[in-house]
């Protein structure tokens, strides 16, 4: 019998607990949590935003450059993320030249359609450093030597680079690196990066 009687009494004891709903204790662990992670966010918030780029590094993330005035075998030299930028309008005879070479002549094979964009492939955009140490070629600005192949000499080791800026001659590994960019709508822009 004195069993029976415990459970009796254990059993609304149980039912009790289930019928009254959320407990304090519950309310102050979960007060507690919610003020940890909100005190964990306030924390965290500023050391993560901290690292994000700076206005002036998101403004030379980008360059403009105007390509509307730039004559055919003309080159033009620009700044993108502090480095030289070489924009040149090929002439129907340098495009011709870049063609007509094999790909299996080059170190770095590349055809001149694949370094341009479609509808633009007499506006060739490389970025103006040799890929051997990093120096800056010659062959953009008027009266440069542009080396044996017509396109860019680099007089530090003697890199050669055509017309499509290709890797012809010298010990530089690649090509002159093409960034990525976009022609404006019109056609007279385009935007690096």
Do not use: W
């Amino acid at each position: 019998m004195a069993e029976a009687t415990g459970a009796a009494t254990a059993e609304p004891h149980e039912t009790g607990d289930l019928t009254d709903g959320v407990r304090r204790r519950d309310f102050i662990n979960i007060a507690a949590l919610s003020a940890a992670g909100v005190g964990g966010a306030a924390v965290l918030y500023p050391l993560i935003s901290q690292m994000a780029p700076s206005a002036d590094v998101l403004a030379e993330s980008t360059t403009e450059v105007d390509v509307s005035a730039i004559q055919p075998g003309q080159a033009i030299k620009a700044v993108f993320r502090k480095q030289p930028l070489f924009v040149r309008r090929l002439t129907p005879a340098e495009m011709e030249a870049a063609d007509a070479v094999p790909l299996s002549a080059l170190r770095d094979p590349q055809t001149l359609a694949e370094r341009t964009k479609d509808g633009h492939h007499d506006l060739l955009v490389t970025m103006g450093v040799c890929t051997h140490l990093g120096c800056v070629p010659l062959g953009a600005a008027e009266g440069e030597n542009k080396g044996e192949f017509g396109g860019y000499f680099c007089p530090c080791h003697g890199s050669q680079f055509d017309t499509a800026a290709r890797i012809r001659k010298g010990p530089a590994p690649t090509n002159l690196e093409v960034p990525e960019y976009v022609f404006s709508p019109d056609g007279s822009t385009i935007t690096v990066g």
